[in-house]
C-alpha cells in the first residue's frame, strides 16, 4: 500500500524537482498520517520505484511508436499495389486508361494517395500489361480449343445422311 502510493505519486510528479522531503509531505497528506518515521524506507525503496516507473514509461513509449507506426504505415507492400494494379487493368478499358485514372482508382481501392508511387507504376506497368495480354492469349487459345473440340465431334450433315439411311 505505502509502495503504490509511493509509485502513484513519483508517476504523477515531476522527477526532478520532487525532493524526499516534498515526496514525505505529499504521502503524508494522501495517507492521513505523518510518514516522517518511514523515510529511511522510502530513500531505499525509491529508486527501484523509479527504475520500475522509468522500465514501464520505456515501455509504453516503445508501444505508442508501435501503435503510431502500425496506423500511419497502412502503405501496401509492392506486392498488394502490384496485384491491386493488375486486378484494375483486366477490368478497365486499357484504350481509355491513364497513369492519373489508374492512380485515383489504385488511390480509392487501397484507401490511401498512391500519387507518391507513380514512378514505380510507371515501371511495372508494362510488365502487368504483358503479363494480361499473355494471360489473355491463353485463354482466347483455351476457348478455341473448346470450341473447336466440340464442334469437331458433331457429325457433319453428310454422315447424319448416311447414319439415317
Sequence with gaps: SLRREIENITRAADIESMSIKKLIKELSERMGIDMQHKKKYIKEILPEILDTISSNSDKIQQEIENIVH??????????????????????ADI?????KK???ELSERMGIDMQHKKKYIKEILPE???TISSNS?????????????NTSKEPSDESLRREIE
Excluded at 502500425?70 to 477490368?91: F, G, Q, V, W, Y
Excluded at 492469349?137 to 473440340?149: A, C, F, G, L, P
Design 70 to 91: 502500425t496506423n500511419t504505415s497502412k502503405e501496401p507492400s509492392d506486392e498488394s499495389l502490384r496485384r491491386e494494379i493488375e486486378n484494375i487493368t483486366r477490368a
Design 95 to 99: 484504350e481509355s486508361m491513364s497513369i
Design 102 to 104: 489508374l492512380i485515383k
Design 128 to 130: 502487368i500489361l504483358d
Design 137 to 149: 492469349d491463353k485463354i482466347q487459345q483455351e476457348i478455341e480449343n473448346i470450341v473447336h473440340t
